[in-house]
């Protein structure tokens, strides 16, 4: 978060940022929040959120390189981190 956001604003700010998505249709929160031991890492927080199918995706290519659409079950075989996993299964029962 920047100085004077709160997490909402700070996230809409990261994803237009990092996606070029402005137009978001619903944010779920509070579906995982992690503080590492080491009080100089970030806390990090995770959200799920909804954008319309037709919303044009523009990665900024100093945080990202590539952008892949798939299944449930193949974005947690995509996943390295176990909280990563948990978050995105979390997700899943939010939604379900």
């Given amino acids: 978060m920047e100085e004077g956001e709160n997490r909402l604003e700070a996230l809409k700010r990261e994803i237009k940022e ?3 998505i402005r137009d978001i249709i619903k944010i779920v929160e509070d579906v995982h929040y992690h503080e590492f031991l ?16 037709d919303e044009k995706v523009v990665l900024d290519g100093k945080e990202h390189f590539e952008l ?4 449930f079950q193949e974005a947690l075989e995509l996943m390295k981190w176990k909280e990563n ?3 995105l299964k979390k997700l899943d029962r939010i939604l379900s």
């Fill in 38 to 53: 080491d009080p100089h890492l970030p806390k990090e927080y995770v959200f799920g959120v909804e954008v319309s199918s």
């Fill in 85 to 87: 996993k948990d978050a």
């Fill in 68 to 71: 892949k659409w798939c299944s």
């Fill in 18 to 20: 990092e996606t070029g």
